[in-house]
């Protein structure tokens, strides 16, 4: 650890900038989620796997990221190795 | 009451501030959208006024950029590492489907405005009173970004009533 910064190991210092940090948080999450989503369809991952190992719905993960994954590769489906929908 | 009219001059400055926020990843509309919506428009005093004080859209556009990339280190993530891990696929824009909100600063900002415009004796909503609802929100990250740049709200708002005077005589 950086000896300089090793006094303020107990978080942020006042608490705008411990929401602030919450809000960066939630917008990275949102980018993480999807790269992860993409590249597990990539890989051949059906929706249903991927929606399992996130915890939610087919449904739910299918309405978030499909389109979005789609338009990134026009005319090139993702290489599918499941019949997944 | 409506926030924006499509008869209002900074109609096209409030439609590029969503675009802004959408390129930059912000899941609400903040303060500082609607300063880079002004920078990216370019047109009226406003523009006019942070052009004369240097203040570019690439800078204020890098500015809101490291602010959330700071916050992310107070609590020990790194951005860059995330993004490195992450490949290609990493993307931090809003997609297309994804409907983005106003924020309360922002819809604040825009309430002020227009009382700026009313103030002032104005009949159209241009991208002066947009700024002048900006700096009169000292606390709100447009104001942060500005002064990061050099540039007080004070100083923002002398040379908007002083562009202003100009174009009136």
């Not at chain 1, 948080?25 to 059906?46: D, F, P, Y």
């Not at chain 2, 409506?2 to 409030?14: F, H």
Request: hydrophobic share 35%; aromatic share 4%; with cysteine.
């Amino acid at each position: 650890m950086d000896e300089n910064t090793s006094t303020q190991v107990e978080g942020p210092r006042d608490p705008r900038e411990g929401l602030e940090a919450v809000v960066a948080l939630r917008r990275m999450l949102e980018a993480l989620e999807a790269a992860q989503v993409e590249n597990a369809v990539m890989e051949g991952w059906s929706w249903a796997r991927i929606a399992e190992v996130l915890g939610v719905s087919k449904q739910a993960v299918h309405k978030k990221h499909a389109k979005r994954i789609r338009d990134r590769y026009p005319g090139e489906p993702p290489r599918r190795k499941g019949k997944g929908t | 009451m409506k926030l924006i009219r499509s008869t209002d001059k900074s109609r096209r400055c409030v439609e590029a501030a969503f675009e802004e926020a959408r390129m930059l990843g912000h899941d609400s509309l903040g303060d500082e959208d609607l300063l880079l919506g002004v920078l990216r428009t370019d047109e009226g005093i406003g523009a006019e006024a942070l052009s004369s004080l240097g203040v570019t859209l690439k800078d204020a556009r890098e500015m809101s950029e490291e602010m959330l990339s700071d916050a992310l280190s107070s609590i020990g993530i790194s951005l860059e590492e995330i993004r490195r891990e992450s490949g290609d696929a990493f993307d931090m824009r809003i997609p297309y489907n994804q409907r983005i909100p106003f924020s309360p600063r922002a819809k604040e900002v825009l309430v002020r405005a227009r009382k700026e415009m009313r103030r002032l004796g104005d009949n159209y909503l241009g991208t002066e009173h947009v700024l002048l609802g900006i700096v009169l929100n000292k606390d709100g990250t447009a104001v942060r970004i500005l002064v990061s740049m050099g540039v007080s709200p004070e100083t923002l708002e002398d040379r908007l009533y002083h562009l202003r005077g100009r174009a009136a005589g």
